[in-house]
C-alpha cells in the first residue's frame, strides 16, 4: 500500500509541475509558446510523461484554467468578506475580478478565452467553477429586490469579462477601469429585477 501511496504522491507532483510550468511559460511568453516540446525541456521529463497525464495541450490549459477559477474563487471571496458593508460587496467584488484578470493575464486566457470542455452550470462543473459564480452571486444577492440572482450574476459575469478583455485590447481609454466598474454596478443596483 506504502508504495502505491507513493506512486500516486509522484503523480499529483509530476501533474502540478506541469501545469505551473505551462502557467509560468504562458505567463511570460504567451500560450502559443506552450508547447510539449517546451515544457518537457522545461520540466525534464520525456514528452511521454506528459502524455501520461495530459491527453493534449488543451488539457493542460484547461488544468490551468481550474486552478485559476479556484484561485479566483478565494480572491473573490476574499473581496467580499473584506467589505465594510453589504452594499459594498459587490463593487470589492467587481474590483477583484477585473484586478485579477489585469495581473494573470495568461490565467485568466485559460479559464475565458482557450478553447476547453470546461462548463459552467452542468452537473460536471468542477467545483472551483463553481465556487467563483458562487462568490460572485453572493455578491450579487446584496442587491435589494434582485429577483433573478443567477441571470443577474451571468449578466454581471460577462460585463466584467467584456471591460477586461477591451481594456486589456487597448479598446477602451487607459486609467478609466474604476469609473466604468462603477458605471456598470449602478446600472445593475437601479435596473429592475
Known sequence: MA???RRQRERTARRRLITATARTLAESEGWDAVTTRRLSAAIEYSQPVLYKHFGSMEDIVEAVAVEGFGELAETLRAAR???????DELGRVAA???GFAAENPALYDAMFTRPTHLRFGAEDTPAPLAQAFG?????????PAARDIDTLTEVLWAALHGLVMLGRDDRLRPG??????KV??????????
Request: net charge negative; no cysteine.
Open 96 to 98: 477583484a475580478f477585473s
Open 176 to 181: 478609466h477601469n474604476a469609473d466604468r466598474i
Open 135 to 143: 462568490e460572485l452571486r453572493e455578491a450579487v444577492a446584496t442587491i
Open 3 to 5: 508504495i502505491e501511496d
Open 81 to 87: 468578506l473584506g467589505s465594510a458593508t453589504p452594499a
Open 184 to 193: 456598470l454596478l449602478a446600472q445593475f443596483r437601479t435596473a429592475e429585477s
